[in-house]
């Protein structure tokens, strides 16, 4: 079952219900464990304060119910007591792919027991990470199954559209959904916020408005000045940094003592670090958090009076789930989405019906992508040696997988079963988080000690020589980045910019798997390889993002295979456009940006899961090409489901770009951050031309 309601709508007492009756029937066993429950969260944070809720909720019934939290964090002394003797495990999927599940003899009397597994959040297991977790949970029922155990699942999710299927999907189980919120709820102002235009001017002279990062810093500020409880959510940890920053130096101005109030909260802290933070959230001692996502997953923030939102967070879900941490003690409460100057963003503020009136996306995620299921099929043979009766389990593409898996000499067949055939841990053939690699550990050079860590993938862009890295409040240089010994040297600075890194990228097609006309045009979807090099950094001042220089890089290039949706355009149709050779790679290459920007309206992702090329003349179709591709092995979903809604998908593109207020193209419309070209050439007008010729010949949606 999967309970699809609002944030504070008492889905956790729909779970926990059936759950701690279960636990306390299960009490009066021999070995007080007749009965045991599952609980996987996707964030460290939500495990440990669904733990509090649990252990305040069961102290009633003594003993009976005996919650601990088992994750990265657990002290080493406390795991063997929570293997032996705690009833209802909190867990993440990671620790449950690395830890629990790899080591199930130790856990067998545990999963022997296992009436119930609780998924929170569920909505939240989208894209590689989603399809992750699907494949770990195919590896749990197995083994549950040896264990003559057949848990029931039960989901709790944002409200999402078809949560049954995604449910489903996720689990590999039929799921029956409760939609029905009848919650009370406080009022909720909803502000929608676009940042003013700067008298700067940015690339190619367009208009530059103030960063939306600077903007929710400012409102922070003010309302903790006014003593109200605020998170401001953003997506990556430089941002979360940077506003508690700024707001921290703005409330010093007024009063130093509230300086102290204020801190940023984000994955890559040390486990002391994040357990601090969240006390001091509960406890109040805290007015204001600039965090990451880390926070946003259900976690009990109550009398939180505000939230601010840095940035469109790629769904509506998510966007739902972010505001409703205000409020949730029943009293009003105010939320504002702070618009970047990116295409989707502008298109949002200026459509509140996108937000308002359209239902929440599907959830999005591929259990059979071979790149996710290969190296789960390797984990599951480690854990119990694979059987005929096992294929079926992990779904329809495991059959052609075995045969290659057997040929790369990772699994060996010995009569009726596959076996792993090495001795490191088949976990460790995957990151379930989808950065792959061995993450990248920042670390203070004069003294030596860990800041944090970065995923290997994201560790060319994020802490390359020369990048500006922030932890705790403090700024730091990268010195030296070392791929071999993946360590990152840093040294404390000031530096008055930050820095964003430059990027190549050439796509070539591998596949072509479904093809429509669309005219004389043709949109394509299929596989294809992409090679990406980071070839410099631009340095921006803070406030304004002004570019101040760039820098070059020699970093080696990387490769990438991958899922991709593309149109072609022909020469009749860029006569009809009036789109001549000295405007065609401009007109394509705003197409391609504003397209990335308005994607997530539509698929779950965010505009850095996906990426783009266009070409006036690329060598494998022979026409003017755009392609837009899923940023991660093997495709999570995100292409195909822009092929599945193009029409939708390239209107809403047009209407952006023509909306537009601008000239020549701004960063609202057909600018991008992550342009490896520098935003060059660009041509707006083209594009809206294109778009409409493009569009002229589609078949109806």
């Known amino acids: 079952m999967v309970v699809a309601t609002g944030t504070a709508s008492g889905k956790s007492l729909a779970y926990l219900a059936p759950v701690l009756s279960a636990l306390a029937d299960g009490a009066g066993a021999p070995n007080g464990r007749g009965a045991t429950a599952l609980y996987l969260a996707p964030t460290k944070a939500l495990a440990a ?25 657990t002290p080493v002394e406390e795991r063997e007591w929570v293997r032996q003797y705690a009833n209802y495990v909190l867990t993440n999927p990671d620790m449950l792919h690395r830890g629990l599940l790899p080591a199930h003899p130790r856990w067998s009397s545990f999963l022997r027991a296992l009436r119930y597994v609780v998924i929170d959040e569920c909505h939240s297991y989208r894209g590689v990470f989603g399809s992750h977790v699907a494949q770990v949970l195919r590896r749990l029922r197995r083994l549950c199954a040896r264990y003559g155990a057949d848990p029931v699942f039960l989901l709790a999710s944002a409200t999402a559209s078809e949560p049954a299927v995604a449910a489903s999907r996720l689990t590999g189980v039929p799921v029956t959904e409760v939609t029905d919120d009848a919650s009370p709820r406080g009022e909720v102002v909803f502000a929608l916020w676009e940042p003013p235009l700067t008298e700067m001017v940015g690339e190619k002279g367009a208009p530059v408005r103030r960063t939306a990062t ?40 007024v009063d130093r003592s509230l300086a102290r109030r204020v801190a940023a909260y984000r994955g890559g802290y040390l486990p002391e670090e994040r357990r601090a933070l969240e006390r001091a959230l509960h406890s109040g001692e805290l007015l204001g958090l600039a965090a990451t996502t880390a926070l946003e997953l259900g976690v009990d923030v109550s009398g939180l009076d505000a939230v601010l939102i840095a940035g469109y967070p790629g769904t509506r879900a998510s966007l739902w789930q972010q505001a409703g941490r205000a409020g949730r003690s029943g009293q009003g409460a105010l939320a504002v989405l702070v618009a970047r100057d990116d295409p989707l963003d502008t298109y949002l503020v200026h459509h509140p019906e996108a937000l308002f009136r359209q239902p ?9 992508n071979p790149y996710v299921l290969a190296p789960h099929l390797c984990a599951a043979a480690a854990e119990l040696p694979l059987t005929e009766a096992d294929l079926a389990l992990f ?7 075995m045969p290659q898996l057997e040929a790369a000499r990772l699994l060996r067949r010995r009569s009726t079963a596959w076996h792993w055939t090495r001795r490191e841990r ?50 730091y240089l990268v010195k030296h980045l070392d791929l071999d010994d993946s360590v990152a040297l840093v040294e404390e600075a000031s530096p008055p910019f930050s820095t964003t890194a430059r990027d190549t990228t050439s796509i070539s097609v591998l596949e072509t798997e479904t093809e429509i006309p669309w005219g004389d045009a043709r949109l394509c979807y ?15 001042k803070l406030i304004t993002g002004e570019v101040l220089g760039e820098a070059k890089l020699d970093l080696p290039p990387r490769t990438l295979r991958t899922r991709a949706v593309w149109w072609t355009v022909t020469e009749d149709q860029l006569d009809a456009a009036r789109i001549n050779p000295e405007i065609l790679g401009g007109a394509l290459h705003a197409a391609e940006h504003a397209s990335i920007g308005l994607l997530p309206l539509f698929a779950t992702c965010d505009r850095w899961d996906i ?32 092929f599945r809604t193009a029409h939708a998908w390239l209107t809403a593109t047009r209407e952006a ?35 409409t010729e493009l569009l002229s010949a589609a078949p109806p949606p």
């Open 426 to 475: 088949a976990s460790d053939l995957t990151d379930i988080r989808g950065g792959g690699g061995r993450p990248v550990q920042i670390v203070e050079a004069a003294t030596g000690r860990l800041l944090g860590t970065v995923d290997e993938s994201a560790a060319h862009s994020a802490v390359h020589d020369g990048a500006v890295h922030l932890h705790q409040g403090r700024t």
């Open 214 to 253: 600077a903007e929710t810093a400012e409102l922070l500020t003010d309302l903790a000045v006014q003593g109200v409880r605020t998170v401001a959510f953003i997506r990556s940890r430089r941002g979360a940094e940077l506003i508690a920053l700024i707001a921290q130096e703005r409330l010093a101005e």
């Open 49 to 73: 304060d669904q733990r509090r809720a649990v252990a305040a909720l069961a102290a009633p019934l003594g003993t009976a119910v005996r919650p601990a939290v088992y994750d990265g964090d």
């Open 657 to 691: 770009i023509a909306a537009c207020e601008c000239e020549a193209g701004c960063p609202s419309c057909i600018q991008s951050p992550k342009c490896g070209n520098g935003n060059d050439p660009l041509h707006k007008r083209g594009a809206v031309r294109l778009l």
């Open 526 to 540: 299929g596989s294809v390889e992409v090679t990406n090099q980071v070839v410099s950094y631009l340095r921006r």
């Open 395 to 401: 779904g329809p593409a495991t059959r052609d997988l």
């Open 611 to 642: 990426g783009g090329v266009s070409v006036p003349l690329h060598p494998d179709t022979l026409l003017p090409t755009v392609f837009v591709y899923d940023g991660h092995p093997g495709g999570a979903g995100f292409a195909e489901r822009a």
């Open 360 to 368: 929440v996306e599907a959830t999005v995620l591929d259990p059979d």
